[in-house]
Structures are given as structure tokens and as C-alpha cells.
């Protein structure tokens, strides 16, 4: 199964966590996942693609 988020390298440094279905950032009850430390983007595109995971093998 596709993993439906990725993590994008911006031009500072930093890291956005990116729907690769769509290829736009992805946003999070209103907050977008953008401009992280690796670690934390790391963590939570874990975590969404579990989620996501989840709920596609539930349909």
C-alpha cells in the first residue's frame, strides 16, 4: 500500500510533511505541517501514515 505522506526538505532547512496524493502540505485541525525539525516531522508522518493506513484498510 502507498504511503499517502511524505516529508518535503524546504530551501531552509527546515521540513514540511506532504500529501503525495495531492503533493500540498498537509494540514492538521486548521494548523499546517510545515517548517519542522526533522525529528518532528519524522514523528508525526509516521503517526498520519498509520492513521491513514488504518483507515483505508477499514473501507
Not at 502507498?2 to 500540498?24: A, L, S
Amino acid at each position: 500500500m502507498t504511503q499517502r505522506y511524505d516529508i518535503e526538505k524546504t530551501p531552509e532547512g527546515t521540513w514540511d510533511i506532504i500529501d503525495v496524493f495531492t503533493g500540498m502540505p498537509v494540514v492538521e485541525v486548521g494548523v499546517p505541517l510545515i517548517d519542522m525539525p526533522i525529528e518532528e516531522a519524522d514523528d508525526l508522518v509516521e503517526l498520519l501514515n498509520c492513521r491513514d493506513r488504518q483507515q483505508r484498510e477499514d473501507t
